[in-house]
C-alpha cells in the first residue's frame, strides 16, 4: 500500500506557473507508475499525465503538452508537475495516482490516489 499527499496548489495568473508535488510512504515509491489527473468544472478525473516507474518514459494529454512536465525522484518519495504557461481552463483539483502497471500511454487505472491540491487560474 502506499499513502499519497499533493502539496503546490494555489491561486495564479493565466501565463504564470506553478509546481505540484506528490509525496508517497508506504510501500517502495519506485515500484509504482505514477500519474497526475485533475477533476474541473464540468470536467471529472481527467487524465493529465504518467510517468514510469524509472521515469524513462513519460506522457501527457494533448492539451497540456509543452506546457506542463511530469518527474519523479525516487530517492525522495516523489513525483512533481511544473505546471507553465497556466491557462483558466487549468482550473481543478490536481490528484496524484498510482499503480502497479502495465505503464500505459494514457494512465487509467488507479490503485491509490491522494485527496488533491487545487489549482485556480485567474484571467
Known amino acids: 500500500q502506499v499513502h499519497l499527499v499533493e502539496s503546490g496548489g494555489g491561486l495564479v495568473q493565466a501565463g504564470g506557473s506553478l509546481r505540484l508535488s506528490c509525496s508517497a510512504s508506504?510501500?517502495?515509491?519506485?515500484?509504482?507508475?505514477m500519474g497526475w489527473f485533475r477533476q474541473g468544472p464540468g470536467i471529472d478525473d481527467e487524465f493529465v499525465a504518467t510517468?514510469?516507474?524509472?521515469?524513462?518514459?513519460?506522457d501527457y494529454t494533448d492539451s497540456v503538452k509543452g506546457r506542463f512536465t511530469i518527474s519523479r525522484d525516487n530517492d525522495k518519495s516523489t513525483m512533481y508537475l511544473q505546471m507553465n504557461s497556466l491557462l483558466p481552463e487549468d482550473t481543478a483539483l490536481y490528484y496524484c495516482?498510482?499503480?502497479?502497471?502495465?505503464?500505459?500511454?494514457?494512465?487509467?487505472?488507479?490503485?491509490?490516489r491522494g485527496q488533491g491540491t487545487l489549482v485556480t487560474v485567474s484571467s
Open positions: 508506504g510501500r517502495t515509491f519506485s515500484d509504482f507508475i
Open positions: 510517468i514510469s516507474e524509472t521515469g524513462s518514459n513519460t
Open positions: 495516482a498510482a499503480n502497479l502497471g502495465p505503464y500505459k500511454t494514457t494512465m487509467r487505472l488507479i490503485n491509490y
